[in-house]
């Protein structure tokens, strides 16, 4: 004999449902689970049909994206710049974890050298701007800076 686990009445070991009670023995026999387990998938599947868990592919978004240089600011110690640029982006989607090159070109445009930078704390929300400030060294022979976005990660939660 065992305990009936809604009324607490002895009944039968073998006994899936409660002869008193009509309690379900194991939760899995009940037909109001079994009916939940069906929906289980249905409902994974709906969540992943959402972008949020969807990974999208920056360079399919790139021409979305504007970048306008707002101001360089040298800093004190005469070695570094810091560039800030506003970005403006166009699409539906929050992007995060920014990858950019900062380019120095010379004063015929010719190409000096790249900065590859990381700001892993950057965030855009979808049709709205956001700022970053990159940190360049010094270099007599730029003239001109010019940032690009390389890569943009596209947030899961
Ligand atoms: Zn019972």
């Not at 978004?61 to 970048?67: A, Q, T």
């Not at 004190?76 to 506003?86: G, Q, R, S």
């Not at 900065?115 to 979808?126: C, D, G, L, R, V």
């Not at 700022?131 to 360049?136: E, M, N, P, Q």
């Amino acid at each position: 004999m065992k305990q009936c686990k809604s009324c607490m009445k002895e009944i039968d070991n073998n006994a899936t449902k409660c002869p008193y009670c009509q309690g379900y023995q194991q939760w899995f026999k009940n037909p109001q689970y079994l009916g939940f387990l069906f929906v289980i998938p249905f409902i994974a599947f709906m969540i992943w049909q959402t972008n949020m868990f969807k990974s999208k592919n920056f360079t399919d978004f790139k021409n979305n994206f504007k970048v306008d240089e707002v101001r360089i600011v040298q800093s004190d110690n005469n070695k570094y710049d810091i560039i800030t640029y506003l970005i403006s982006n166009d699409t539906d989607i929050k992007w995060n974890r920014i990858n950019y090159e900062v380019i120095g070109y010379d004063e015929s445009d010719k190409l000096v050298l790249t900065n590859s930078e990381s700001e892993w704390k950057f965030i855009i929300q979808p049709h709205s701007q956001a700022y970053l400030s990159a940190k360049v060294e010094r270099n007599k022979n730029v003239k001109k800076w010019k940032m690009k976005i390389t890569d943009l990660e596209t947030s899961r939660f």
